[in-house]
């Protein structure tokens, strides 16, 4: 990690290990309703969204879309902490998570079967069948068939929850085109530890495996760079390398953040303890975080979620947009973006 305006400390890691390219089906993490802690009040179906066969008809008289489109915002981990293991092998976090406002988008057309295409820049390798995470998110909502296009924007198993920020929008374009609820929490969480937070969408504290989520100190104007140097890094195997899984929680949080920079003071206290392993299994992260950690104005680099993708947080957004600019010329082949943070 790198933070602070002059000391560059960002820390090389020792490489080893080879790169990793494989994208291993996702497990499901076993959940309950009873265990999912929203932070808003929701309201879930009282019978589960599989009894449901027929597509649903929206009230008499309500007003609705025959179309949905969604944005699949790009997750941050700003900081995350492994603070313990479960006995089925999924580990706790701690985590400070913000979303960017960039990301997947995702269109909805109501439709009397269910359908996915995927297009976009990362749609190469990304099935479209029922393994995709949309189609998994669509297949909890069976009344509400619609013809689904994925715009894949987002670099695969990057660490920044693409797939589940798919599923999480998924989920919502159906509701919105259907006015139906959402599936009870056990099963959003079973499509994915960090679809619970990406169907949330907003600055939250994270626990558990990704289903206890608690509100945080509402965030100063924040921009970021976000660079994925191009090697696919798995969640899985990231976890598996990790040295170990009992380490301290995120220390107490500010009554407020007074600017950007008090936020990545904060941080400065705070780490990913998925980076060391991720940097062991993909040496990129750490050229990519040394570039990132170079740029003038950037407050602190770190890498997000199990990796590869690398964020740096600025406090204005020229500094960003230049930081795109810089490290796209300096390496074309890196997946580079500015965005706002959204609060
Ligand atoms: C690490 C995080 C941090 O936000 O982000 P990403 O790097 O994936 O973006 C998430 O916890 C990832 O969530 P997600 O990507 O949905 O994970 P899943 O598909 O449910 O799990 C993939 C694999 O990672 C491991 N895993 C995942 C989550 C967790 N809390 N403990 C784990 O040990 C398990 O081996 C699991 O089989
Ligand atoms: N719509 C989708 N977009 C991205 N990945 C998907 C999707 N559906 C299934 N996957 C699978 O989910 C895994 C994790 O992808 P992603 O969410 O992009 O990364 P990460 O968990 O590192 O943030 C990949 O192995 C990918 O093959």
């Excluded at 944005?71 to 981990?77: V, Y």
């Excluded at 988008?105 to 439709?111: G, Q």
Aim: proline share 10%; net charge positive; aromatic share 4%.
């Amino acid at each position: 990690m790198y933070c602070g305006r002059s000391a560059a400390r960002w820390r090389r890691a020792s490489s080893g290990g080879g790169r990793c390219r494989s994208s291993p089906r996702r497990t499901r993490p076993s959940g309950s309703a009873a265990s999912w802690t929203p932070v808003s009040t929701r309201c879930w179906p009282k019978r589960p969204p599989s009894a449901r066969r027929r597509p649903l008809r929206p009230p008499a008289g309500t007003d609705v879309p025959a179309t949905a489109a969604r944005l699949a915002r790009a997750k941050i981990n700003l900081a995350l902490h492994v603070t313990g293991r479960r006995a089925d092998g999924f580990h706790l976090l701690d985590s400070l998570v913000v979303f960017a406002d960039t990301g997947d988008r995702l269109r909805a057309r109501r439709a009397a079967r269910t359908s996915l295409t995927v297009a976009g820049p990362f749609a190469a390798g990304l099935d479209a069948g029922p393994d995709n995470l949309v189609r998994r998110a669509a297949a909890l909502m069976p009344g509400c068939p619609a013809a689904l296009a994925l715009d894949k924007q987002l670099p695969l198993a990057g660490g920044i929850g693409g797939g589940s920020a798919d599923a999480a929008a998924a989920l919502r374009a159906l509701a919105d085109l259907y006015r139906a609820p959402l599936p009870a929490p056990g099963a959003v969480l079973a499509l994915g530890a960090d679809v619970p937070v990406c169907l949330h969408g907003r600055a939250v504290r994270m626990r558990g495996i990704g289903e206890v989520l608690a509100p945080v100190p509402a965030l100063p104007p924040l921009w970021c760079v976000l660079v994925n140097p191009g090697v696919a890094c798995p969640t899985g195997p990231v976890f598996g390398a990790l040295a170990s899984p009992d380490n301290p929680p995120l220390p107490d949080f500010p009554d407020a953040f007074a600017d950007a920079a008090a936020l990545a003071d904060w941080l400065c206290g705070t780490r990913n303890d998925l980076e060391p392993p991720a940097r062991a299994l993909v040496p990129e992260i750490a050229r990519a975080g040394d570039a990132v950690a170079a740029q003038p104005g950037c407050l602190l680099a770190r890498m997000s979620g199990s990796g590869a993708t690398v964020f740096g947080l600025f406090a204005r957004a020229a500094e960003a947009r230049a930081a795109e600019a810089a490290l796209s010329a300096a390496s074309p082949a890196w997946w580079c973006r500015a965005a706002a943070v959204a609060g």
